[in-house]
């Protein structure tokens, strides 16, 4: 029995992949990738929902009891609620009817979060839209108004769980309005694509307490080989370092600081983190994140690839996404689906 269960189950999902691989073929020649797209009635489906089945069961029943009965105040309530159904389907259709969907930012991410798409959505001129929901089927879905404005800009969220290039694939624009008897939806491809660092882990820290001297010099005041300078003691500070001899003369507590010279620039390398190639680069993700709240120039190195040491968010965003397609073939554009 079980050999047997296994085997329908089997089956089933080689259905299932089968029907999804054709659907997929069909909205590709339907409804091609692009950055922009303007709904219409090549692109637009529409189908009755649950409620608008049972709604049009009622109809029946009532047309077979004026039938039988011969009632003409059923039959009005026949006519009347069936004419109530098909204008309901020309408004459903007209509410996506005519926008345009556009990609306009996609923002980059870390793995394990929500990765942010701004899409546009904008009407022609005449009546305003509404109860329109946009989304991908595994994130967060929001709903777009537009019945005052002609245009409005939605923030959609969709997870990310690997590193590298990230293609959400086709959005799903949907709407029941105004009735819910209907349903009309549509899957567009905005093309929407962006990047996907490693998830951070800050295990290791490098040197960022550190300060210039006046000749630039980069030292670090937590370091133990000169002497810099005084200041007062604070809870928690070494025994050691408080100078007894002002103690004596007039009962403040001060302490000694002391520094170390440190290298001014910063090399995160392969070798110097542990683990297996995706904790690797976490780390370095990690530690290229501290290094950019420093002073410090910061470079990379890894295996078949270096960054000389730089600043500023640009040198972050190329040392992160570095990180990010390491091992990857696609370095400098996105795979096309």
């Known amino acids: 029995m079980s050999s047997d269960s296994s085997g329908s189950t089997s089956l089933l999902a080689q259905q299932q992949s089968r029907f999804s691989a054709r659907f997929n073929d069909f909205l590709e020649k339907r409804i091609p990738p692009s950055h922009s797209i303007t709904l219409s009635q090549q692109t637009i489906f529409i189908f009755p929902t ?3 089945f049972v709604f049009g069961g009622l109809l029946l029943l009532l047309l077979l009891g004026a039938i039988n009965y011969q009632n003409s105040l059923v039959y009005g309530v026949v006519f009347l609620l069936g004419s109530l159904f098909l204008v309901t389907i020309l408004h459903t259709f007209r509410n996506l009817s005519g926008l345009t969907i556009e990609l306009v930012n996609a923002r980059s991410g870390f793995v394990g979060e929500d990765v942010e798409f701004d899409v546009r959505v904008s009407r022609p001129p005449g009546r305003g839209r509404e109860g329109i929901q946009l989304g991908w089927p595994e994130g967060i879905k929001q709903w777009a108004e537009i019945y005052r404005e002609e245009a409005a800009t939605i923030r959609l969220y969709v997870r ?3 590193r590298g290039w ?3 694939g086709r959005i799903l624009v949907e709407t029941y309005y105004p009735l819910g008897l209907l349903r009309a939806w549509t899957w567009v491809d905005l093309d929407a694509h962006t990047i996907v660092y490693p998830k951070p882990l800050f295990l290791d820290q490098p040197n960022h307490n550190a300060a210039h001297r ?5 030292l670090d005041p937590r370091g133990s ?3 810099t300078d005084i200041r007062d003691y604070q809870p928690g500070d070494a025994v050691k370092h408080i100078l007894w001899r002002s103690y004596a003369r007039n009962e403040e507590l001060v302490i000694k600081q002391y520094a170390s010279f440190v290298e001014s620039k910063l090399i995160l390398e392969w070798e110097h983190v542990s683990g297996d190639v995706e904790t690797r680069l976490s780390r370095l993700t990690g530690l290229a ?3 950019s709240r420093s002073e410090r120039e910061y470079g990379l190195r890894i295996p078949g690839s270096e960054i000389p040491p730089g600043t500023g968010e640009s ?7 570095e990180l ?3 091992g990857s073939d696609e370095k400098k554009q996105p795979p096309h689906v």
């Open 50 to 52: 649950r409620t608008g």
């Open 289 to 291: 994140l501290n290094a």
């Open 166 to 168: 990230f293609t959400p």
């Open 324 to 326: 990010a397609l390491f």
């Open 225 to 227: 080989d000169d002497f």
């Open 315 to 321: 040198h972050l965003k190329r040392l992160l996404t």
């Open 160 to 162: 990310a769980d690997s």
């Open 214 to 218: 006046e000749g630039g010099a980069l």
